[in-house]
């Protein structure tokens, strides 16, 4: 074939051109020899000579199209209404499959800007010609279709016609780059849409009058689901969201206030089914989960504080910690099964927990949950913790960090804590020193290192003690030619840091006068101690210490651990057998009333008792008259056993005096906070400041704006920042 542009018959041409395309587009065979024939009698007609006949063969097309639409069109018109469906559909899928793929090449710009391609043009006279005419019956019978599905719960009969006509009114603007589904959407998807509304709300109102709140979930839920199923399967995919905004908002949204009433039963009875059909219908709506997650938030805080109840037991700690466990596990497997674990749930569960966690009997009292939880991880970490293996310890430590977190006095719990473990390492109480570590590891990780600085410093204070002490009696050893450096005792002595030890002043007015056969080891130590560091002061703290005493006075020999005033008292008895409370008190240089307490535990023991009738021995209290006489009649089943002095035990001033100690911490921290603000930023606003300091010191407690303003006054009063002279609300710093 010659490329060359020649002078060509047109009509000629075109009469053998048509032929081929009548083929084309009723599906006919074309043979392949024949097809490569009509290309190029195309091209031979769009180069001619002396003029192109491109347009003319484009507006032959175009009419020859027409007329093959406009006899389709009337072929459908034939088979009735009730064949227009499958019509319509038969004449589409003949006429969409023909390969109309030759264009245009006018000479004139203006006309390729108005011309289409050729399979543009054949799709915008079916829709001229054939969609127009036809849009309101083909919709009509759609849409009972559609209808007919729904109420039959199956799926239609001609499903494929249904979805091959609907797929038409989306393809034949297709070639668009904008608006390509505007007649889609207004001439099927609209109607569709305001049809399906109707559908719906007319089901809802079937379903409120002749079901209960569980069926007509159930029905909603499965309504939806066959709804995205057809939606997928007949519709373009833009509009299968919008079936599902459609429903939702009719079946949902319409009666949400219903179903929020309905909620806050399901949640009072816990009915987990009903819950997991209720979600997923609220979570799509605007604020549909509000009401639900505020039940929830108001349910758990009320079956929390009835968990934790009245807390009056000497286990009380036990009850508090394991209670607000077993409530915490309870809701978290809730929100697991029924919420898929959403986060704005799992909130509600933190924000009641801790609202139980920190809530106060009386408003100006501390909460007690900081105490009650130092008190719990105690009873574990101690050896009198029996019956529990290591493992069940390590477990229950791991999960009482639980609680912690949602404890807002965070620093309250630290000082519990930190007067609790000084207890422990002082008395060599702990069950195991790798526990006590891995728990301080586990605090540091919530609320980081500074939290556990003095924690840890009081370990190190141990070890170094240790290392002390093995040094100390290799001196001994060292310097001894003549046993003459001998002790003659175990004496062990751990030297603790001041600043890292939450330790209290001897509580005697006077210096102790400490037992004979002390004196020469507490010498002996000091002067070794000096030897090594120079400068450093020792300050004894006999009423933290403890003794170990054999009693061979007896029938049988006792190995009796006691505090060190017990102790100087049992010693006394070394001269004789009984002793006036006035006269032990002189000679130990104690007050009276501090001797009396440290007896009366002896005395409840009946290691000593009093010098009084038989039938009087355990009546009445003690006082600085009392004769104590040693019991050689004692009697103990076990040999090895420990007496409890009277300050070890947790008394009420001291649970007082530690909220002191944490007031007054927590004053000395603000300001710290209040000097580092104004020094950064130099010039602030009341309020400016107010809401960096409560940001600063949130990891560990919660201060009240009350004391944020006492502070700032009193840095106002030290001239640490002072008040601007423009304004009385603003501050400035004092450089």
């Given at each position: 074939?010659?490329?060359?542009?020649?002078?060509?018959?047109?009509?000629?041409?075109?009469?053998?051109?048509?032929?081929?395309?009548?083929?084309?587009?009723?599906?006919?065979?074309?043979?392949?020899?024949?097809?490569?024939?009509?290309?190029?009698?195309?091209?031979?007609?769009?180069?001619?000579?002396?003029?192109?006949?491109?347009?003319?063969?484009?507006?032959?097309?175009?009419?020859?199209?027409?007329?093959?639409?406009?006899?389709?069109?009337?072929?459908?018109?034939?088979?009735?209404?009730?064949?227009?469906?499958?019509?319509?559909?038969?004449?589409?899928k003949?006429?969409?499959?023909a390969?109309?793929?030759?264009?245009?090449?006018?000479?004139?710009?203006?006309?390729?800007?108005?011309?289409?391609?050729?399979?543009?043009?054949?799709?915008?006279?079916?829709?001229?010609?054939m969609?127009?005419?036809?849009?309101?019956?083909?919709?009509?019978?759609?849409?009972?279709?559609?209808?007919?599905?729904?109420?039959?719960?199956?799926?239609p009969?001609?499903?494929?016609?249904?979805?091959?006509?609907?797929?038409?009114?989306?393809?034949?603007?297709?070639?668009?780059?904008?608006?390509?589904?505007?007649?889609?959407?207004?001439?099927?998807?609209?109607?569709?849409?305001?049809?399906?509304?109707d559908?719906?709300?007319?089901?809802?109102?079937?379903?409120?009058?002749?079901?209960?709140?569980?069926?007509?979930?159930?029905?909603?839920?499965?309504?939806?689901?066959?709804?995205?199923?057809?939606?997928?399967?007949?519709?373009?995919?833009s509009?299968?969201?919008?079936?599902?905004?459609?429903?939702?908002?009719?079946?949902?949204?319409?009666h949400?206030?219903?179903?929020?009433?309905?909620?806050?039963?399901?949640?009072?009875?816990?009915?987990?089914?009903?819950?997991?059909?209720?979600?997923?219908?609220?979570?799509?709506?605007?604020?549909?989960?509000?009401?639900?997650?505020?039940?929830?938030?108001k349910?758990?805080?009320?079956?929390?504080?009835?968990?934790?109840?009245t807390?009056?037991?000497?286990n009380?700690?036990?009850?508090?910690?394991?209670?607000?466990?077993?409530?915490?596990?309870?809701?978290?497997?809730?929100?697991?099964?029924?919420?898929?674990?959403d986060?704005?749930?799992?909130?509600?569960?933190?924000?009641?927990?801790?609202?139980?966690v920190n809530?106060?009997?009386?408003?100006?009292?501390?909460?007690?949950?900081?105490?009650?939880?130092?008190?719990?991880?105690?009873s574990?970490?101690?050896?009198?913790?029996?019956?529990?293996?290591?493992?069940?310890?390590?477990?229950?430590?791991t999960?009482s960090?639980?609680?912690?977190?949602?404890?807002?006095?965070?620093?309250?719990?630290?000082?519990?804590?930190?007067?609790?473990?000084?207890?422990?390492?002082?008395?060599?109480?702990?069950?195991?020193?790798?526990?006590?570590?891995?728990?301080?590891?586990?605090?540091?990780?919530?609320?980081?290192?500074?939290?556990?600085?003095?924690?840890?410093?009081?370990?190190?204070?141990?070890?170094?003690?240790?290392?002390?002490n093995?040094?100390?009696?290799?001196?001994?050893?060292?310097?001894?030619?003549?046993?003459?450096?001998?002790?003659?005792i175990?004496?062990?002595?751990?030297?603790?840091?001041?600043?890292?030890w939450?330790l209290?002043?001897?509580?005697?007015?006077?210096?102790?006068?400490?037992?004979?056969?002390?004196?020469?080891?507490?010498?002996?130590?000091?002067?070794?101690?000096?030897?090594?560091?120079?400068?450093?002061?020792?300050?004894?703290?006999?009423?933290?210490?403890?003794?170990?005493?054999?009693?061979?006075?007896?029938?049988?020999?006792?190995?009796?651990?006691?505090?060190?005033?017990?102790?100087?008292?049992?010693?006394?008895?070394?001269?004789?057998?009984?002793?006036?409370?006035?006269?032990?008190?002189?000679?130990?240089?104690?007050?009276?009333?501090?001797?009396?307490?440290?007896?009366?535990?002896?005395?409840?023991?009946?290691?000593?008792?009093?010098?009084?009738?038989?039938?009087?021995?355990?009546?009445?209290?003690?006082?600085?008259?009392?004769?104590?006489?040693?019991n050689?009649?004692?009697?103990?089943?076990?040999?090895k056993?420990?007496?409890?002095?009277?300050?070890?035990?947790?008394?009420?001033h001291?649970?007082?005096?530690?909220?002191?100690?944490?007031?007054?911490?927590?004053?000395?921290?603000?300001q710290?906070?209040?000097?580092?603000?104004?020094?950064?930023?130099?010039?602030?606003?009341?309020?400016?400041?107010?809401?960096?300091?409560?940001?600063?010191?949130?990891?560990?407690?919660?201060?009240?704006?009350?004391?944020?303003?006492?502070?700032?006054?009193?840095?106002?009063?030290?001239?640490?920042?002072?008040r601007?002279?423009?304004?009385?609300?603003?501050?400035?710093?004092?450089?």
């Amino acid at each position: 074939m010659s490329l060359k542009p020649r002078n060509v018959d047109f009509g000629q041409t075109w009469g053998v051109l048509q032929e081929t395309v009548k083929g084309v587009i009723t599906l006919a065979d074309v043979p392949r020899a024949t097809w490569n024939d009509r290309f190029s009698d195309v091209y031979s007609l769009c180069v001619a000579y002396p003029e192109p006949l491109a347009d003319r063969l484009y507006n032959e097309t175009k009419i020859f199209l027409s007329k093959h639409v406009d006899e389709l069109w009337i072929r459908v018109r034939s088979q009735g209404e009730n064949n227009l469906l499958q019509s319509y559909y038969g004449a589409w899928k003949q006429y969409s499959q023909a390969e109309l793929i030759y264009g245009t090449s006018s000479t004139n710009a203006n006309d390729c800007q108005e011309q289409m391609e050729i399979g543009e043009l054949g799709l915008d006279i079916w829709k001229r010609n054939m969609l127009e005419p036809l849009k309101k019956p083909l919709v009509s019978i759609l849409l009972d279709e559609i209808q007919a599905d729904r109420i039959g719960g199956g799926q239609p009969t001609t499903s494929d016609i249904v979805c091959g006509v609907i797929e038409s009114f989306v393809a034949v603007e297709a070639y668009k780059l904008k608006g390509e589904l505007d007649m889609y959407q207004e001439i099927f998807e609209n109607p569709f849409l305001e049809a399906s509304g109707d559908f719906y709300a007319r089901e809802a109102s079937d379903l409120l009058q002749l079901s209960d709140v569980t069926h007509y979930m159930e029905r909603v839920t499965w309504r939806l689901g066959q709804e995205d199923i057809r939606a997928k399967k007949i519709l373009h995919h833009s509009s299968i969201p919008k079936v599902r905004i459609c429903c939702e908002q009719k079946m949902v949204a319409a009666h949400v206030v219903w179903l929020h009433a309905e909620a806050e039963l399901m949640i009072e009875q816990e009915r987990k089914r009903d819950l997991s059909l209720l979600y997923p219908l609220l979570k799509t709506l605007t604020n549909g989960l509000g009401p639900l997650v505020q039940k929830l938030t108001k349910h758990i805080t009320q079956k929390g504080l009835e968990a934790i109840g009245t807390l009056q037991s000497d286990n009380c700690h036990i009850q508090f910690v394991e209670s607000m466990l077993d409530v915490h596990n309870k809701y978290t497997k809730l929100i697991e099964e029924v919420f898929k674990r959403d986060q704005v749930f799992v909130g509600a569960l933190d924000k009641a927990c801790a609202a139980v966690v920190n809530n106060r009997s009386q408003n100006r009292q501390p909460a007690r949950a900081p105490e009650l939880l130092a008190k719990y991880c105690d009873s574990l970490l101690k050896k009198s913790a029996k019956g529990i293996s290591e493992i069940e310890i390590e477990d229950k430590l791991t999960k009482s960090i639980t609680v912690f977190k949602y404890v807002d006095d965070k620093d309250i719990f630290q000082k519990f804590y930190a007067r609790m473990l000084a207890k422990r390492l002082i008395h060599q109480q702990s069950q195991s020193m790798d526990a006590e570590e891995a728990m301080i590891d586990r605090l540091k990780q919530t609320c980081g290192y500074e939290f556990t600085n003095k924690l840890h410093r009081m370990f190190t204070d141990m070890s170094v003690s240790m290392d002390l002490n093995t040094k100390f009696l290799k001196t001994l050893r060292d310097n001894d030619n003549d046993n003459s450096n001998q002790l003659g005792i175990g004496f062990i002595v751990y030297v603790l840091q001041a600043g890292a030890w939450p330790l209290s002043l001897p509580p005697s007015p006077g210096p102790f006068h400490v037992p004979q056969q002390l004196e020469k080891s507490i010498q002996s130590f000091e002067k070794f101690y000096h030897g090594q560091f120079n400068g450093r002061k020792l300050t004894w703290l006999h009423h933290l210490c403890q003794g170990e005493l054999k009693f061979n006075y007896l029938k049988k020999s006792y190995l009796v651990t006691v505090q060190t005033y017990q102790m100087a008292l049992l010693l006394l008895f070394e001269q004789c057998d009984k002793l006036p409370c006035r006269d032990a008190a002189v000679s130990l240089r104690l007050a009276p009333d501090q001797l009396v307490k440290h007896a009366a535990s002896l005395v409840d023991c009946k290691i000593l008792k009093r010098n009084d009738n038989d039938d009087d021995n355990a009546a009445g209290e003690l006082d600085e008259d009392t004769v104590l006489v040693l019991n050689f009649d004692y009697y103990n089943k076990r040999t090895k056993f420990r007496v409890t002095g009277a300050l070890q035990r947790d008394a009420p001033h001291e649970t007082e005096a530690t909220h002191r100690s944490v007031d007054d911490d927590r004053k000395l921290y603000l300001q710290a906070a209040i000097v580092r603000i104004m020094k950064s930023r130099k010039l602030l606003r009341h309020n400016q400041l107010v809401q960096e300091v409560l940001g600063q010191s949130k990891v560990t407690f919660a201060p009240s704006i009350g004391m944020i303003k006492k502070c700032i006054e009193a840095l106002i009063d030290k001239q640490y920042i002072e008040r601007t002279p423009n304004s009385a609300d603003e501050y400035s710093y004092v450089a």
